[in-house]
C-alpha cells in the first residue's frame, strides 16, 4: 500500500510541475504579447499624431488659400467696377470661342 501511495504522490506531483511549467511557459508568452502589443501602440500612437499634425497643417493652407481667393475676388470686383468694357456682356459666340480653346 505504502508503494501505491507514493506512486500516485509522485505522479501528483509530477502533474503538478508540468502543470505549472506550462503555466509559467503561457504567462511568459503572454508578457511577449503585451510588450509587443504596447509597442505597436506605441507606434501607432506616434503616427497617428503626425497625420493629426500634417491634417491641421493642411486643414491650415487650405483655409488660407480660401482666403487668399478672396481677397483676389475682392480686387478683382474692385478693379473692374469702374470698368465700362468689364460692364459689358460677351457676346456667345465669343464665349463658345473660348470655351472651345481652339484660340
Known sequence: MSKWIITVLTAALLFVSYFAWNCWLDEKDALKEVNSLK??????????????????????????????????????????????CASEPIPSDVINWMRSGKN
Open 39 to 84: 509597442s505597436d501602440i506605441a507606434e501607432l500612437t506616434k503616427n497617428n499624431e503626425k497625420k493629426e499634425l500634417i491634417i491641421a497643417e493642411r486643414e491650415k493652407e487650405k483655409s488660407q488659400a480660401i482666403n487668399d481667393v478672396k481677397k483676389l475676388q475682392e480686387s478683382l470686383k474692385n478693379a473692374l467696377k469702374d470698368n465700362q
